[in-house]
């Protein structure tokens, strides 16, 4: 055997190990970890979730509250498994985490028989230091993804936070009212592409729902059909 034809068989054989490691790859794929605990899961687990933690999540299947003519809906309770995943998603950046979330979402919708109510997606916005440090708004990313499910809009900057607040921790509802307010305006490039629509408000968590409520405020502004609240957690 020469020299080349030596190479030519090992090149063969080394094509034949990687179709062979690639058909292996597709029988077993490489294992995907639960989006909460971190444990190994199959990829048919529901939400990226293992059987554990979706268990322990607290779901809320109660019909949407009204407050203040304001459908305020919430798919689960906060409590520690809710916790991780939102602060896996906002501060270890896992932003795979918001295309799970808006999964939940979307079926907390198609239960509550909420999934075609809507036109426009509007995210609750940060403010722009915090958008600059994190690189990403969270509840942004989350619309994105629930709207691909429901087939509408997104519209993250419909919305704009004009002021920074102080953390919310601690304070009471009037003085996370007081301090909440004045706080959004609405784009004024959307003032005639929400106007007579139903709008998603969308957040991944609320306390009091005194952000929600100023959002709405300055929505209503601008005649919208409809403004309803959609959270993924709240206390
Ligand atoms: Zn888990």
Known sequence: MTAAHKEDIDINIRDIEDLAGKALDLLYPDPIYCICCGNVIDETRTYGLCDHCIRHMVWDTSEPQVRDGMEFMRCCQYGIYERTLIFSLKYNRKRYIARHIAEIMRDKLINAGRDGDYDVIVPVPLYKRKFR???????????????????????????????????????????????????????????????????????????????????RKELEKICPESVSFLAFASK
């Open 133 to 215: 440090q994190r690189g990403f708004n969270q509840t942004a990313l989350i619309g994105k993804y629930l709207a691909d499910h429901l087939g509408v809009t997104c519209a993250p900057e419909a919305l704009i936070r004009v002021r920074e607040t102080r953390p919310m921790r601690g304070l009471s509802p009037k003085e996370r009212e007081e301090n909440i307010a004045g706080c959004f305006q609405v784009n004024e490039e959307y003032r005639h592409k929400l106007e007579g629509k139903r709008i998603l408000l969308l957040d991944d968590f609320y306390t009091t729902g005194a952000t929600a409520t100023e959002c």
